[in-house]
């Protein structure tokens, strides 16, 4: 047992420190001018361009993809940077072309598409040319339960044709998201997990509609392309354009998560970290009552509480990492379930103090710390609520 | 010891439910409809005008202020209407002319204003021709600490000049707030308490700057005038401007708070009751793995949690009441302080549950269950965090 | 509404607590003096009959009784009685004879028994001159689920022969309590609710043995007659000392049950007061890094959270007796359920933080606490878990 | 970063595992047998005597015990075999002889003894002839401020004389416990951490008095010594007992809490994996309202959240002994801390629910729940309350 990191990961953490203490951080009041600048639109900010072409110089790009498209690095190696990210979760991802959902959606045309989809969506995300929605949830069913996916996916002749309607397709509202991904039901008879399929919709499709885009507690998140609700009206879309065959969506999705669980996980902590920092110098910066908030006894245990808690979930994090790298997805499910569930709301409960430590800016937007709570909170709904993971893993338990 | 409400109360109680459910609930889209309709302007729409006109008439009116001015309710006969009014914060309360922060200045001239004071402000407050605003809090001091402030008010011949940074002003953005009431410190060198005075300042007055909207969470609060950051250069009013005299700022604040906190702790319940009917319906109509949410054991739980709660909560504020009623404000300060405490916590839980069983249509504008979220957020920290009254109310009980 | 105790009440109180300051707390060590010298039995202890005799003549007796035989307070009127004797839950209960299961045993001879029962059984336990046992729960089964018992009760001529096991049946060793309320099934074939039938089973009734004491967390609660399992083996009593007729078991064990839960919610909340009271004394008392834990904002916040939970509590307990009152036992179920559940446990962090606050004292016998605390984690058991009534209180929430 | 044990760790986990399923677990209930045959008794029991005979024939001896006298094991490496020990913290920690306080007072020996201490008392710890006690905690003052300590030790002479009440010293009701360390100053004048010494004091010398034995909640802990206070009344020792120098008893005894908090939390997590193993067979076993328990969302819950808390704060154990064994104990102190602080509360809410879980079984000595307890919840006051720690930790967080 050996908790250092190798020299590779210790020499690329610190590149990614440096380049979000140095590029990024101080880059996110620009942000907020070039989105005041323009308040109707959706795309990609100069900024972050800006931020991309210096990463990708650096070498800091597609870090979080293995093997030969991307940078090969284990998720044990890629963990440690993801949380580097998630300092600044609006300019890190992008800028380092590490972001959800394009993450996810360039796994599975890596590890699952055919050499004609690669080549017409997987390189142009590697290169951030364009971006990617993944529409797999619904407004009108749990879909947390992947049987009660409502969207069809039907073949007619050398076509399929998608109807349904998603929403939370987050990146959508971005025009540049040229591509999406929707999980579908192609055979709603067969077995339980063999009825859903995953096809490409290019977004220009005709019967591709944007109804409108969703708000998190009061965000739209338009610097990353928001959230969307989409009808899918008899979409045609030619078969080649399905991931592997009929009935492989919902291992294919399965495949996406662990991962993606990783990387929202360590993001999470580095979020937690960033808001544990904020704490700390507000806490000594502020007086209130004739000394600092830092010598109130309830703040100092909130702060030793927030220590304690990013130390044991980075390394559970860092476990499940090591774990899938080692036995697998599948022998990690324990693990994956248990990242899930604990460091989104161990993090929103950090965020949470931070706020209060901060009183009213904590509220608004002279912190990041209002709209770091309403990401890491919805956290918590994406990919099925807490509690249906709870329930999961106390079952496996109970069955040995 | 009896808990039945009297027969004015009861009655009262029944035809604001009434008033609520039938009017105000059904308005919340026409609001949404209207707020989108003109998307830059901070002032009252025209449904809360409609809405208004028609409470007037029946008589829900002013119900918050005792005596001759208002509908001579005791405390303890308002609370459980305040309550009804927390089901729709952003429309039941204007519509009773019984919103934040014009209840508390309408209570300040009521109790404190010179004849003339009240012709000016008074009367058209009470009438709703115009709104106002409540200028304490500033960007650069804890003001949990009344010391701290470093708004100055100073006199010069006939007039004062007041100069200083507040923020959270309340409703201020909204061109109709016609008057300010603003708390700075005419002598920073006399006891800790008499340092401080209220002023109004029309706004209007020369020197006064709008400086910008605040945003809570990524709401701006633009139905009831929005929270907006002032600066007052020099500004200069009659010295018949003064509420009571210098030195009675604090006392007049302190008075203030009392029923200010009945009101929003009793509001808070009547939107921990809404969050908790929402929950129940979602978990009642919503089936994920075969069955309703409702028999989830989870939500069973949480379903009875927010029940106990909320039960427990409203008998410690109607008791608040009821102590403030009958042996004054003073004597009532540790039910005030428990009640500011307790309250907005328990009931920001509840509405995360609520979150939680409503998936991602919690977290958008589908549900109101995310904007009562940053409004009950932001209670903890309105008039000093919880923690400064935990620690005041511990140092109560530690002198015995 | 009205949160003020009527005269005869506040009198009441002020007596009991001023018996239970000058006679009942100081005789706490002449209890454990007198359990030292004769640590093999079970019987009542010489103090216990003094604080008896004294506490007769002062009018403090019965009170938990209405009606003739008893004092004839309402439920709202004995509440308050019953939270003083909280504080000293070892003496003060027996001294008043208002303790557990004698309380519950007699109310039910009182409502349900025959003329010649009430004179057997329940005249001689009004004058303290006998004590007895319920016996309800088994170990073999789930006994929140009263369809799962599995002791029966079979008629055979003119007797009922009795058979089964049980335990946690308080009081039971101690050999002065001469007679057990058995509950049986007579038949298991009836409806859910009129399957099961309570019988009265003389301790010397051949068959009755008493097969071991059980403890808690290492206490045995010698003084009040510990806790018994017991073997019925063919245990023949004569028909006439059923209870009412055959199936009435479950009604008689709802009756019971909820003026049983109000007794056991408000002592303890005297309890819970008087941890409070410890807490707060030995906060001033102890120093440590040159200051009074007293002034470390943590504990300041233990014991203003303690103020609040106790407070908010106290009134739900209060209203539940006063629906009881006024309305029956039946509508005031939410409530009573709802302080099952949650006074037990506040009450149990509040003992966990006062243990916490006194350190090695606080798990030892050198204060009340740690015995305090064992008895009040037992009450989350007793009458079923907290999850049941959590989740039957959700589930009626949910059925509107 | 690898997260596998080495080879040489995964045998003795394996062999320590076999040993407590197959010898220790089945010997509990002939530990309670014996312990009722010789109630008075404070002595080890045969059947330790048994095991601790097999265990050294088999190798598991002393693997605390760093370096040439013990196993040579590094802290990494011992903590998953105190891990193991936890199941049965009753008799497989002096099984192995690796019980508390032998193993703190045999490091402080190895460490700092002198060849004639190490010869005397050493020698027979390792080998189990005889036992020992460590007196630190005082009855009258906040011991975990190290300055607070009243015990004197004075030079007179040859000799030092002792004088001081100690209590809390584990073990020492065992006559066999044949040397205490005993903690006092010789200089009160000295710097804060250089006014202590720690001298070695034989039961039998003249003026050492058992004033008596505690009990935590209502055990008496009789089958590991108990736990007594004592005085010391002019207790006079040669100077060569003297351990270190005088001024070095702060010091030994931070060295010597270390280790001591990687064992405690390593067997805590042991205690923790048993709590959940009954919790899960009892969920299975035991129906209620005709399911079993299993079945119950909130105890799927309740198992879930307990693998998760093991799962991740048993990595910071381990990486805290890692941190150890590279960069030793002082820049291992904010982990130290962290897991002092996180693991017994959280393993101490496990062992609640599997309590409630169990029902009237849970808090009786039918399940050994009640009685881990008791423990788990006396380690949070040991060395030191949480809230100190948390302070300190705190504190260090913010000075960066």
């Known amino acids: ?75 044990l190696q890629y963990a440690p940077v993801a949380e580097v990210t998630g300092w600044s979760t609006r300019l890190a991802p992008p800028a380092f072309n590490c972001a959800a959902p394009d993450t996810g959606n360039m796994e599975v045309l890596n590890d699952f598409g055919t050499p004609e989809q690669k080549d017409a969506w997987l390189r142009p995300l590697l290169d951030a040319e364009i971006r990617s929605a993944f529409c797999m949830t619904e407004p009108d069913v749990a879909s947390s339960d992947a049987t009660n996916i409502a969207t069809r996916i039907g073949r007619d002749g050398r076509d399929y044709v998608v109807s349904g309607r998603k929403w939370w397709s987050t990146g959508a509202m971005n025009p540049d998201a040229k591509i999406f991904i929707v999980m579908g039901k192609t055979d709603p008879d067969a077995d339980r997990h063999r009825q859903q399929s995953m096809i490409l919709v290019p977004r220009d499709t005709p019967g591709v509609r944007i109804v409108r885009p969703l708000t998190v507690f009061g965000y739209d998140d338009r610097d990353h392309g928001g959230h969307a609700e989409i009808v899918f009206d008899d979409v045609r879309v030619p078969a080649a354009n399905l991931i592997c065959g009929e009935g492989d969506g919902f291992a294919i999705a399965q495949a996406r998560l662990g991962p993606g669980r990783i990387h929202h996980c360590m993001r999470a902590l580095g979020t ?3 808001a544990l920092a904020l704490m700390i110098e507000r806490a000594g910066d502020r007086h209130a009552f004739g000394r600092p908030l830092a010598d109130q006894g309830v703040i100092r245990e909130w702060i030793a509480e927030a220590r304690i808690t990013l130390e044991s979930l980075r390394l559970l994090v860092l476990k499940t990492a090591w774990l899938m790298d080692t036995v697998g997805n599948r022998k990690a499910m324990t693990e994956i379930q248990a990242i899930k569930i604990a460091v989104p709301r161990a993090v929103q409960q950090i965020l949470d103090r931070a706020i209060q430590v901060h009183g009213g800016a904590g509220v608004s937007s002279d912190t990041p710390l209002a709209e770091m709570y309403a990401g890491l909170r919805s956290l918590r709904l994406a990919d099925g609520p807490d509690e249906v993971h709870l329930s999961s893993l106390g079952r496996a338990q109970l069955k040995g």
Chains 1, 2, 3, 4 share one sequence.
């Open 1 to 75: 047992m050996d908790f250092s990191f190798d020299e590779q990961t210790t020499a690329l953490i610190a590149k990614a420190r440096r380049f979000v203490e140095e590029r990024v951080l101080p880059a996110e009041p620009v942000l907020d001018a070039q989105l005041a600048q323009s308040p109707e639109e959706w795309t990609v900010r100069p900024i972050v361009r800006d931020l991309q072409r210096e990463a990708r110089a650096e070498g800091l790009w597609n870090l979080f993809l293995p093997g030969a498209h991307g940078a090969g690095l284990t998720n």
């Open 272 to 274: 937690g970290e960033r």
